[in-house]
């Protein structure tokens, strides 16, 4: 089993910034890849930003060149650094990690962005 914490949302103007982290426990030796979802009201949930244990990042279309992703291994923790934040960037954000072929969610962290 493992267990996700996240941290950082919060509401924040057009343009701003915000920082999510994640924090793994449990059976956290080998997790492959962890990563960020998000789920807008009426939408499905989306990938944000992924990255595999051995470095290969992968990024949704609409946050490349804004957003970046950063995971510390040793720690068993990922980041995600938001800028220049669009209202269409308004969602609960999901922390995710694969692990031994399961997958594990965050509680989720709400993100807005509005003037």
């Known amino acids: 089993q493992v267990q996700l914490v996240e941290s950082g949302g919060g509401l924040v103007q057009p343009g701003g910034s915000l920082r999510l982290s994640c924090a793994a426990s449990g059976s956290t030796f080998s997790i492959n890849t962890m990563g960020w979802y998000r789920q807008a009201p009426g939408k499905q949930r989306e990938l944000v930003a992924a990255q595999s244990s051995d470095g290969f990042t992968n990024y949704a279309d609409s946050v490349k060149g804004r957003f970046t992703i950063s995971r510390d291994n040793a720690k068993n923790a990922v980041d995600l650094q938001m800028n220049s934040l669009k209202p269409e960037d308004t969602a609960v954000y999901y922390c995710?990690?694969?692990?031994?072929?399961?997958?594990?969610w965050g509680q989720g962290t709400q993100v807005t962005v509005s003037s």
């Open positions: 995710n990690a694969l692990h031994s072929g399961h997958v594990y």
